[in-house]
């Protein structure tokens, strides 16, 4: 069967790699897991050898979740679906750990569809996912440096991200032009809430949109007395949007919803 380019279809056939990979998630038998796009299966079998309690996997393409069901039989739960249009259906009892490597064309669009779940640390336990590397460098990045941004921002507010090592493209068939990245993120119990996620991606847009220039201007199109607000968070109007870190751009969001 040809891989399909539409799905992202790039599967793993590196031994080390897929069991580095399952080792990242520490399953134990008490484990309920969630695997994305498992395609041939690679990563599922592995998963598998581990005993978890149960193995839910989605899969989008037809053909490969039939041969899944084929091989692994009743020992796993396939479901032949898009995993965007699934998140409501996943009735989850109890936390999950989500592996996948994922598919590339929609890595962050998964990524911030679990992020922005309420209760994130009530309904996942882990999440062990390979992203293309600029992704996994975006997530885990720092303040101060480029790849420092929205993604950044929204994965560090829920969750303790870890970039546990890159991945060459030899190690996939069809081969993909860029390296990818094995990322795991564990979500945070306390974190600061907040009225509406959707706020803090209006604030950082704003931000983020001129990432070379002064903050001035966004802090002046969010609040009239910008000034006073700037002193009271301690950050300097003349710094650049990467300058600020997470704890400021959660503050900044605060003080937002307290006006709208
Ligand atoms: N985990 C496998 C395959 C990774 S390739 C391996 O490592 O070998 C990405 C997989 O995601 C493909 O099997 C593709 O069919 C599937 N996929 C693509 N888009 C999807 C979607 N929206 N929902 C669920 N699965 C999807």
Not at 208 to 222: S, V, Y
Request: proline share 4%; hydrophobic share 40%; with cysteine.
């Amino acid at each position: 069967m040809k891989p399909k380019k539409s799905l992202g279809q790039n599967f793993l056939n590196d031994k080390n790699i897929l069991s580095e990979i399952v080792n990242a998630g520490d399953i134990n038998k008490n484990d309920t897991i969630l695997e994305i796009g498992p395609g041939t299966g690679n990563l599922t079998e592995l998963i598998l050898k581990k005993n978890p309690k149960h193995l839910i996997v989605i899969e989008k393409d037809k053909n490969l979740s039939l041969k899944l069901v084929d091989k692994f039989k009743n020992k796993i739960k396939v479901i032949n679906k898009d995993i965007l249009e699934c998140f409501d259906e996943l009735k989850i009892n109890e936390p999950l750990k989500v592996f996948g490597n994922l598919p590339y064309n929609i890595s962050t669009k998964i990524l911030t569809s679990f992020i922005k779940q309420d209760h994130l640390d009530k309904k996942y336990k882990k999440f062990i996912f390979v992203f293309q590397k600029e992704v996994a460098d975006r997530i885990v990045a720092e303040e101060n440096t480029k790849s420092y941004g929205r993604l950044t921002i929204l994965t560090s507010w829920k969750t303790n991200r870890l970039k546990v090592f890159d991945i060459s493209p030899n190690c996939f068939y069809p081969m993909p032009k860029v390296w990818s990245s094995l990322v795991t993120l564990i979500p945070k119990s306390n974190i600061l809430i907040l009225n509406k996620v959707k706020n803090l991606e209006h604030v950082t847009n704003i931000f983020f949109n001129h990432r070379r220039k002064m903050i001035k201007k966004p802090m002046k199109l969010l609040f009239k007395d910008y000034e006073n607000i700037a002193k009271k968070i301690n950050i300097n109007l003349n710094s650049r949007p990467q300058n600020i870190t997470e704890k400021q751009f959660l503050e900044i969001c605060k003080l937002y919803e307290n006006l709208i």
